[in-house]
């Protein structure tokens, strides 16, 4: 009933940039939050980025100055653009969205940083 695609992954080497896009459809009324996790092999799903539909954001502290989270919200979507990336941020990233207080997950996106 709600639908998050996702874009812009890809490989990257390190010092580039990438923008990730999140376009959430279907039951969407009361869109709230919207944001970014990532999970690299071995490790559990960690928050990079959120914004509420005020435009507050937050960020990991590992991300902070190098990302950028913002939405769009006529279009119900969200972006992270990613800037200077470290071989560290090789991880699945997931579009996350907060709809009366549930959660709904995207189906994640590789981004590989070579050094």
């Known amino acids: 009933q709600v639908r998050l695609v996702e874009s812009g992954g890809g490989l990257v080497q390190a010092g580039g940039s990438r923008r990730l896009s999140c376009v959430a459809s279907?039951?969407?009324?009361?869109?709230?939050?919207m944001g970014w996790y990532r999970q690299a092999p071995g490790k559990q799903r960690e928050l990079v980025a959120d914004?509420?539909?005020?435009?507050?954001?937050n960020y990991l502290d590992s991300v902070k100055d190098r990302f950028t989270i913002s939405r769009d919200n006529a279009e119900n979507t969200v972006y992270l653009q990613m800037n200077n990336l470290k071989p560290e941020d090789t991880a699945v990233y997931y579009c996350?969205?907060?709809?009366?207080?549930?959660?709904?997950w995207g189906q994640g996106i590789q981004v590989i940083v070579s050094s």
């Open positions: 996350s969205v907060v709809i009366a207080l549930r959660d709904y």
């Open positions: 914004i509420t539909s005020g435009g507050l954001t």
């Open positions: 279907g039951s969407i009324f009361g869109l709230n939050v």
